[in-house]
């Protein structure tokens, strides 16, 4: 995956999770034309206690986002 497209999945993930917002996504391909980027931080609840956030995000070549889910735990 070429680098502009991969800043512009991460523009658009950075804006809808700012949480993410500076982490450096794992690129994988999954099939043919298909990757998956994993962004992953880690935070505080209102409690204090430790709580990680991962974000997947399938994108073809050209950063065109098809898929985005979110994980806390």
């Avoid at 991969?6 to 982490?23: D, L, N, W």
């Avoid at 450096?24 to 609840?45: C, D, E, H, N």
């Avoid at 409690?47 to 065109?64: F, N």
């Amino acid at each position: 995956m070429k680098a502009d497209a991969i800043s512009k999945v991460c523009k658009t993930v950075y804006k809808r999770f700012p949480e993410v917002a500076g982490s450096k996504p794992k690129v994988t391909l999954q099939s043919a034309g298909k990757y998956l980027l994993l962004f992953s931080s880690k935070g505080r609840t209102a409690t204090g206690k430790e709580i990680s956030h991962t974000i997947r995000v399938v994108s073809d070549e050209q950063g065109a986002i098809e898929k985005i889910s979110s994980s806390r735990g």
